[in-house]
């Protein structure tokens, strides 16, 4: 099982992060995800999940995510991330700066049924914004 999870979650980041597609997000979340770290107005569920996808995907179209590490326990995957890509169209009302961006981040999945139901994530998002020079070093 804990490889299975793992498994899962590595085809998650390959179909949906590096090969974009959003038409696959339902392969691998439930319609009743619980997102504990959801961006203020994203809904929750498939949608929440379609929405935040498409948003990012638009701001950084050429998103990356490298898989540092994986590790399972019991039906939870955790996974330390970087991601990384070139901002090209706006992103939180920040309009394009044509800059390359790379942040590390912390997922947590919570997996039953071959779906993830719950999702938890922090990354360096203050970075982030300092490397679009829209906040000072």
Request: aromatic share 8%.
């Amino acid at each position: 099982m804990l490889e299975q999870n793992k498994a899962l979650y590595r085809r998650w980041v390959e179909e949906i992060l590096k090969k974009k597609d959003l038409g696959a997000i339902e392969q691998f979340v439930s319609p009743t995800l619980v997102d504990h770290d959801a961006p203020p107005g994203f809904p929750q569920g498939l949608e929440g999940v379609r929405q935040l996808l498409s948003a990012y995907l638009v701001a950084f179209p050429d998103l990356d995510a490298t898989i540092e590490d994986l590790i399972a326990e019991g039906d939870k995957v955790v996974a330390r991330v970087t991601y990384s890509g070139t901002h090209k169209g706006d992103f939180m009302g920040i309009a394009p700066t044509g800059k390359r961006i790379t942040t590390k981040g912390i997922e947590i999945v919570r997996i039953t049924g071959d779906k993830v139901v719950e999702h938890w994530e922090s990354f360096d998002m203050l970075g982030m914004m300092q490397q679009l020079g829209v906040v000072p070093k």
